[in-house]
Each structure stands twice: as C-alpha cells, then as structure tokens.
C-alpha cells in the first residue's frame, strides 16, 4: 500500500479525520520516542485531488506543528488542486502554502511522496526542508501533455519528474527509497540529528567514541600529489562519531558533501569539497546545495563544520550566463549570516574566492585550522606561472613554481597573520574540534534588528 494508515504509528492526538479520506493529520510518536505532526494526503482518494477542505487540514497541521513545537511531516499524493471546486480550491491551496512557509525556521518540515505531487502540492512539496521521494514517485509543476504542448518535445512522467531526476538534477529530493518503510526510517534517523523546534537544541548522543581518539587515518587518505583525488566522505568517517554520518542529496551536486554527524554526541551539519567529482570545485548546483543546508543549520542552532579542499569555483560561460555570480554569493551570504558554532579545517587546496566562500576566518567562523600540507592562495603554483611567466622557459617556470610553493602556498605564513587560528596534525583533528564544540556550546550572538534579510536568491 503505497499511503500509511494515520494509526501504524502511535497516536498521541489526532487533529482532524473529517474530510472523506483525502486528508489526515495527527501528532504521534516515533519508534524512538521523538514527536511529529504526521500529515497524509491519501492519493487513493480522488486521486488525492486537494479540495478546499483537504488544504484546510494541511494548514491546521501546520498551525499545529508551529504551535506546539514539533516537526511537520507531510506524506503526499496528489494530481493538485480539485478541478471541480474552482477556485475554492485554489484559494485553500494557498491557504496551505502560506501556513507551510509560516512553518520555515520554526519547525522543521519534511515531505515524503510516495506518489504524484502535480502543480500546486509539487510547490508544497517544495517549501520543506527535507524531501524524501520513493521509487515510483513522481513530482512536477508542468505534466508530460503540457511539455508537450508548448515546446512539442515528448517527454515521459519518470524522465520529466520521477524521484531519480529530482535526485540528481534537480535537488528536490533528498534521497530516494523504495517505499513508504524506508521513508519511515531515514525522517526517524534524521530526526535524531535535529531539534523538535528554533527553541531547543539538538540532542545529545551517548556514544564511547573518545573524544581525544587520534585520526591519523584522515591525513593518510590525501595523496602526495596535490592534483590526487580521494573520497573525502572517508575523511568525515574517521573523525565523527562511530564513524557514522548521514548524507543528505547525496546524488545532486556530488563535488560538495552535506551530511548530518555527532562528534562528542553534539550534532553538526559538515559541509565538504569532495576531490573524486570536479575536483571539488564550486559551481551552481554545489553552491545552492551547501547554501541551503548551511541556511537550515543556522535556523536550527546546530553547529557547522566545514572542510575544505577546493582549486577554487568551476570556470566557463555556461555557468556564468545561468548565475554564477548570484548563486556563488547565496554560500557567501549564507555563512555570512550565520551566528551558529562554525568550524573549518583546511585538508589542502583552499584557493581564490572559493577560499572566501568556504567559511574561511574572514566569514566570521570560531575557529580556522589547517593541515601542514594546506595551500591558501589566489590560485595554484602551476596557474600563477601561467599567467606570471608565460614567455619563461620551462627551467624559469619550475623555479618559479617552487619559489612560489615555498613562500605563498603554506599555511604557517596565514597562521602568521591570524588567518588561520592553527596548523595542526591530522591525527588531532578530531580532538580539537571536539574540543572546540565543547567550547562552543553556549555560543550566542545579537542578530541585527532588521525585518529580515535579503538573500541572493
């Protein structure tokens, strides 16, 4: 069955059974005790058709969630709003949008479809922090008839909208499962790692992982070579927690990681370049995608740790023409505004405005280290000769480059001038960071009077 009847979970309170089937929503409790508004737009019914009444349950779900301080989980299903209640129906449509936005940094919010979500409720679905989709789910604004229509190119439900296409090229989807159990288990998972609400703080995990355990292990995965990739998903396995962490839109954007971790059972947001895709160099959709998870660590007060290892953003026209400019300066805007605990290590390249927009000391983060080998410059040695000595032999260029290497790229000189706080060895990464979180446990900053921000969207 592809909808989860209301009652497999244990209720605490139901809200509201009344309109026929179509929509539902109750507080209860998951099989590890954390409490959510569960919200279900049966796509059996109508084909989950939203009518003035369903929209209405949705915006009381929401009210309630906001009210009482829990997370807001919505299971979706539906071919948008009714046909044949006109503009009721769009009018509740709105109702619902309007009293989900309410919910955004207040709350944490999270979709699961487990079928269509057309038109309107693909913009519902849109609205959450978290979205997580099942194999046979689809979700789009605009069908295949209509694509077809205004552009005459024919193009499939699965290809236009299915949960692999919102997996890797649209970011929508979080992850991908194969049914409604694995959604149950992956928003349980997560909530272990979030707040109930903006008031609280994550809680804290019991683990024996020491928090002075040495990580040589972590240094020993860079390769001699600076141009050498490495899976820096291994780095974040040595030093968290037990060795675990749980990856969010792992398939979209995979030159940067964004994962949920413990360390020293705080929980933390850890944004990573990751060298085996691009190089681990920023373009568009790594920019939105760590933006975002940045952006949603600060609203939910959990720390951040950033590690980076970047040659800098991707070049080309294509990226400029389609926003570089405007979506590299959201991550700029949204370390920039962050007041959380923010930690960054430097693994190795940390060049020109990717070493800016990676939470570097100038962003305003806690504490900045670096590994021995790090090199923080405007560009690499090889990229400084060519453009430095490009009538020099190629004896002149090596010297050049060496020289270059020596007095510029090591990170002893930005230690020197407090761009870096420490050069620290690999093995003690963990240590000082936990040490670090300890430190900044009861970190907290005046945020500007202002009616809000204006973020580069």
Known sequence: MSTTDINTFDVVVELQHSVPGAASAAVVRFSHGREAVWLTV????????????ASHVIATAAQTARSKGLPLVT???????????GIAALHGWGTAAKALAD???VVPTISIVTGPAVSGPALLIGLSDFVVMTDESYAFVSGPTMVAEFTGIEVSTDELGG???????????????????????????????????????????????????LTPEAGALI?????????VRDVIASIVDDGHYMEIRARWAGNVITAFANMAGYSIGIVANQPISLAGTLDIPASQKAARFVSFCDAFNIPVLTLVDTPGFYPGKDLEWRGMIRHGAQLVFAYARATVPRI?????????????VMDSKEMGNDLCLAWPWAEL??????QAAAILQRRATDEERAAFEADYSQRLLNPYIAAERGYVDAVIDPADTRREICAALHMLRDKREKLVSRKHDNTPL
Not at 43 to 50: D, M, P, Q, R
Not at 189 to 206: K, M, R
Not at 344 to 356: E, N, P, Q, T
Request: include cysteine.
């Open 377 to 382: 410059a405007v560009m690499g040695a090889g």
């Open 103 to 105: 919910c955004s940094g």
């Open 163 to 213: 949960a692999g296409t919102h997996a890797r090229h649209s970011g929508a989807s979080s992850v991908v499962v194969p049914d409604i159990a694995g959604a149950i288990a992956w928003v349980e998972e997560l909530l272990e790692f979030l707040p109930s609400n903006v008031d609280q703080l994550a809680p804290i995990t019991e683990t024996d992982d020491s928090d002075d355990r």
């Open 42 to 53: 049966d796509g059996e019914v109508h084909k989950g058709a939203l009518s003035a009444a």
């Open 223 to 231: 390769p001699e070579l600076s141009t050498g990739s490495y899976d």
């Open 344 to 356: 960054c290590v430097i693994l190795r390249k940390s060049y020109g405005g990717a070493y800016i």
């Open 75 to 85: 299971q979706m299903e539906s071919s948008g709003a009714d046909i044949l209640e």
